[in-house]
Structures are given as C-alpha cells and as structure tokens.
C-alpha cells in the first residue's frame, strides 16, 4: 500500500481527476502519474495541510535550492533529523 500526500491543491486535482487539460510540458508527467497509479497496488493520494508533514516539506525546499538531478543521503541533516524527532513525538 503506498500513501502519496501532498499540500499542493493543483497538483491534487491533476492526478486525481478523470479529465484534465493542459497544453504544457506537464501533460507527459501527468499523464505518466496516472498511468502508474493505475498498475496493480493499492495507492491513495490525499490532499494535507503542510503543516501536517514539516519534514517533507522541509525536503523539498531544500531539494528546491539544489541544482543536481539526484542527490542520496545516508542520514538525514541536522534540521531534518530535529524535525523529524518532533513530528514522532507529537504523533505518539
């Protein structure tokens, strides 16, 4: 089972709506998006508050501010970690 959240209301509706138009160069990522939510796995995607998920969100800011194509990290980097610590603590 794979969950897919996200705050971004746009992208929410792209790939959860049955019909979409669009001109752009996002059509071929929407399109592959849709193509893949539909193999053979359960995958739901639901629309959060930011708030909801500060490590995410952090990620992809700092994500943002990076020009590389692909960037891996063995352990998440101080802020991230402190984050990541609060979110657990509240959740529990």
């Not at 998006?33 to 796995?41: A, G, R, S, T």
């Not at 020009?67 to 990541?84: D, G, K, N, V």
């Amino acid at each position: 089972m794979v969950v897919c959240e996200t705050d971004y209301l746009d992208a929410y509706l792209l790939v959860t709506q049955e019909k979409f138009t669009m001109s752009h160069g996002l059509a071929d990522i929407v399109a592959k998006i849709k193509e893949v939510l539909m193999w053979n796995w359960t995958v739901s995607v639901t629309l959060i508050q930011r708030t909801a998920n500060r490590a995410a969100d952090h990620m992809a800011k700092n994500s943002a501010r990076h020009q590389h194509a692909y960037t891996e990290w063995f352990q998440p980097w101080t802020r991230l970690q402190s984050i990541i610590l609060e979110e657990t603590s509240i959740s529990s």
